[in-house]
């Protein structure tokens, strides 16, 4: 590289190693648009990339009692690709007093299961569901 001549362009690779040419990108971008007006404050303090890479993301979590279902709240309005839940307990009674989600209708039935729904109502843009317990 010769001094004073512009830095070289870091080069794009996919998640195989493969070099991606512009074509590939812009069409990757156009595909992955963000709703600005949704996403107003976060775009402002994270920036388009990160926000992009974020509504690329799966996530999933384990557990959702109290803490659980808070952080699944707050992963679901901040934007990601989709939230998976698991939790293979079923509701009891001293599960009403941390997570919000559950009701006494609720008692003996999944956990993740009963709060998938209204996890979903948060943000149509996620794609929330349930890791299914396989037989």
Do not use: W
């Not at 590289?1 to 990757?28: F, I």
């Not at 949704?38 to 303090?45: D, E």
């Amino acid at each position: 590289m010769s001094e004073g001549g512009p830095p070289a362009k870091k080069r794009r690779l996919n998640c195989n190693g493969q070099q991606l040419d512009q074509a590939t990108e812009d069409v990757a971008m156009a595909e992955e648009e963000i709703d600005e007006g949704l996403y107003s404050r976060q775009l402002y303090v994270l920036g388009h990339d990160a926000m992009k890479k974020m509504a690329g993301s799966n996530v999933l979590i384990s557990g959702m009692k109290g803490l659980g279902v808070e952080i699944a709240k707050n992963v679901i309005l901040a934007g990601v690709k989709s939230v998976t839940l698991h939790d293979p307990d079923t509701v009891k009674i001293q599960h009403l007093s941390s997570q919000y989600f559950l009701s006494e209708g609720d008692v003996g039935k999944n956990v993740a299961a009963v709060s998938q729904p209204k996890l979903a109502e948060l943000n149509s843009y996620v794609k929330v569901k349930v890791l299914e317990k396989k037989s």
